[in-house]
């Protein structure tokens, strides 16, 4: 391995090459992609249905195992699913929070002090004690959040975290995270299909047919893509 990509590898949070993926008895999903994501930064992964962006975001957190290719990714994964009902498991705010510390064999008062800067982080320290049930969707995809900040993770994986919110509640949304990716030094990688959202990221992939077929600047992949939607109609 050269120098440069040596240099590359070290700078990445997120290092992805020739993933290839494909289901039992179906066709491949992931062919040869590769890609980098830079500690520190917030990029997006986008791309049409089927082209699986969802599944190498499950490749990534460990959900799935490649059948070819070279993983690397700092230690401590969160994933954020598309729907949160599918994660929170606990009744209440706190209890969700601490739940994936039960196997760092904390003290109490270690559980306490990381669930509750977990929740200062997302601004959310004053429903500690809230049922699950009475949070919005906004609310619990940020305590999703809040659990991977307080499991220390490094990077954090989310998949289409806004598809089932409102309008001004997706913004919002991605407007925490980017805070959260800077003020914490965390690195995040997030599915989406809503050109607004790249506003706030630093980089994003385009992939097509389960390969990285784009990257880089933001404001020019979505000029590609609005070029691309136009030339459709």
């Not at 990445?12 to 993933?19: E, F, G, K, M, P």
């Not at 954020?80 to 498991?89: E, R, S």
């Not at 220390?152 to 806004?162: G, K, N, S």
Request: glycine share 8%.
């Amino acid at each position: 391995m050269n120098t440069t990509a040596t240099n590359a590898m070290s700078q990445a949070a997120i290092h992805v090459r020739d993933l290839c993926f494909s289901w039992p008895q179906g066709a491949a999903v992931l062919q040869s992609c590769s890609l980098d994501v830079p500690k520190g930064e917030f990029w997006m992964l986008l791309g049409t249905n089927g082209s699986g962006k969802s599944t190498l975001l499950r490749l990534l957190a460990g959900l799935l195992q490649p059948q070819s290719g070279e993983i690397q990714i700092s230690s401590g994964v969160g994933f954020v699913f598309q729907n949160p009902d599918h994660q929170l498991v606990m009744p209440t705010v706190g209890a969700d929070v601490a739940f994936g510390l039960v196997e760092e064999k904390l003290s109490i008062a270690q559980v306490n002090a990381r669930v509750r800067e977990a929740l200062a982080a997302v601004k959310l320290l004053d429903l500690q004690r809230r049922p699950i049930y009475a949070l919005s969707g906004g609310q619990k995809q940020r305590i999703a959040i809040a659990g991977a900040i307080a499991r220390q993770c490094e990077v954090i994986l989310l998949d289409e975290p806004t598809a089932l919110l409102d309008p001004d509640t997706q913004l919002d949304l991605v407007a925490q995270v980017r805070n959260l990716v800077k003020s914490r030094e965390l690195t995040a990688l997030w599915v989406t299909h809503r050109l607004d959202e790249l506003n706030y990221c630093d980089g994003a992939f385009l992939l097509e047919q389960g390969q990285v077929v784009d990257q880089g600047d933001p404001e020019r992949l979505k000029q590609r893509l609005m070029q691309e939607a136009n030339v459709a109609i």
